[in-house]
Structures are given as structure tokens and as C-alpha cells.
């Protein structure tokens, strides 16, 4: 319980580093604005023309009769369009660090820089592409590892009792996850943790990856929230992967040391 306390704490944390840093946190705000603007142009698109291309691909409904024809292709049509909806909550933020990796990575490393009790910050040591590739290849694999659970959450949802109980907490449970990791990928990638070691880390401390994600993805069920909260939740990621890690902070040091770190902490 202590770890799920924690991980919601640095949530909070998060949080409150990007208020005090304002400037960080408007520039942490582009990528998921540009990836809003990109989705929604999306589903606009496709609640104009989805219609046109559902009766294109189905062309063996062309001679079929009223009201058959028009029920058919309009629960395809609605179908498409909730599958899009449904996409765009999974890969939202995937999408919003991909686009964000330059802007994230220079947030993580003001975090780093800010809380370290040498003022310093990792660096990957490696050039902007090979960052891009690497989190997109990551990016793809978690989110196939998140969508085989999804369907197997779906067709536990049809279990009576457990299904309309059990299944949507899991969910929440599994979606907090696997956010968490697409979070802490960027200062954890920095530090060269390959995917299968940020995996095992985040294993060994489950409550602590719940307590962050978990409401960190209830949170994005809000239309645009994800938008605002995402600055501070590359923030708070951050942090926690220094605890993942067992890297010490100034804070940490304050509170081992006592009163007298104060002065030594305020040299650095």
C-alpha cells in the first residue's frame, strides 16, 4: 500500500514541478497539442467520408434492398468510427512521445538536472534518429503487448458477474501499466535501459507503476486532459525512475541528512 501511495505521489510531484516551471511546461504542452490537432482532423475526416468508404468496400451490398442495405452500412460506419475512437485513446500517448521525443527528452533532463544532487543529467550519448527509431520500435511493441490484452480483457467482459466487475478494474490496472512505461521509457532510455530491462524494473514494483498510472490513465478519459496532464507526467516518470533506479536526489539527501544537508545541498 506504501508503494501505491508513492507512485501517486509522484504524480502529484510531477505535477507540481511543470506549475513551477512554467516555461517547461508550455513547451512540454506542444507535442500534445500537435498530436490533438492531428487526431481530431482524423476522426473529422472519417465522420465525413466514413460513410463513402464503408459502401467502397462493401460493394456486394449494392443491390441489397431497404432498409437492409442502409442498416448494414450505417453499423459499419458507427463500428469504424468507435474502433477509431478506441485506437486513438491506446496510441494517443505513444503518438504524443513520439512526436514529443526532442521536447520530453529536453523536459526529463531539467527534471534530472533540477533534482540531482550534482546537478547533472544523463545523457544516451546518441544521435536524435537513432532515439526517434528506437522509441518507435518500443512504442509498437507495447502497444501490440497492450492490445492482446485488450482482447483478451474483451472476451473476459462477456463472463457473468466477473465481466461487468473484475475485468474493467484489470483493465484500469493494465492500461496504468503499460502508460507508466511509455512514460519512464524516456529517462530510462536515456540512461540505455532497453526495453526488456525497463519491463522487469517496472515488474518488480507493481503497486508503485499502479499507483502513477493508474490514475494517470482514468485522468485521460476526459477529452483533452491528457493534453495538459502529460508534461507533468513525463516529470513525475522521470522521478520515479530515479527511485526504479536507486539513484539518490538533493530531496532525498535533505531528508537522510537532516537539518545540516540544508546548507550543503543549497552549495551545490
Do not use: C, N
Request: net charge negative; aromatic share 12%; hydrophobic share 50%.
Amino acid at each position: 500500500m506504501h508503494d501505491l501511495g508513492a507512485g501517486f505521489g509522484y504524480l502529484l510531484k510531477g505535477q507540481r514541478w511543470v506549475a513551477r516551471h512554467g516555461r517547461q511546461y508550455g513547451f512540454g504542452l506542444l507535442p500534445g497539442l500537435i498530436t490533438l490537432v492531428l487526431y481530431v482532423a482524423a476522426l473529422v475526416a472519417l465522420a465525413l467520408w466514413g460513410d463513402d468508404f464503408v459502401t467502397w468496400t462493401t460493394p456486394f451490398a449494392d443491390d441489397w434492398s431497404s432498409p437492409w442495405q442502409g442498416l448494414f452500412r450505417g453499423f459499419l460506419t458507427a463500428v469504424l468510427f468507435v474502433l477509431a475512437l478506441l485506437l486513438s485513446v491506446l496510441t494517443f500517448t505513444a503518438v504524443t512521445l513520439l512526436i514529443g521525443q526532442p521536447f520530453y527528452e529536453t523536459l526529463s533532463e531539467k527534471v534530472d538536472e533540477d533534482i540531482s544532487p550534482d546537478g547533472t543529467a544523463p545523457e544516451s550519448g546518441l544521435p536524435l534518429w537513432r532515439e526517434l527509431w528506437i522509441s518507435a520500435r518500443d512504442s509498437l511493441r507495447i502497444l501490440v503487448r497492450a492490445l492482446l490484452w485488450g482482447v483478451l480483457l474483451f472476451a473476459l467482459g462477456f463472463v457473468p458477474f466477473i465481466g461487468q466487475t473484475v475485468i474493467p478494474v484489470i483493465g484500469f490496472f493494465v492500461t496504468g501499466f503499460f502508460l507508466t512505461e511509455e512514460l519512464t521509457a524516456v529517462a530510462l532510455q536515456r540512461r540505455g535501459v532497453d526495453l526488456r530491462a525497463r519491463l522487469t524494473l517496472l515488474r518488480s514494483r507493481k503497486t508503485l507503476i499502479w499507483g502513477f498510472g493508474t490514475p494517470l490513465g482514468l485522468s485521460f478519459l476526459i477529452p483533452f486532459v491528457a493534453v495538459f496532464l502529460m508534461p507533468g507526467a513525463v516529470a513525475g516518470a522521470t522521478m520515479m525512475a530515479r527511485e526504479l533506479l536507486g539513484e539518490e536526489t538533493e530531496e532525498g539527501q535533505r531528508e537522510e541528512g537532516g537539518p545540516e544537508a540544508g546548507p550543503a545541498s543549497v552549495g551545490q
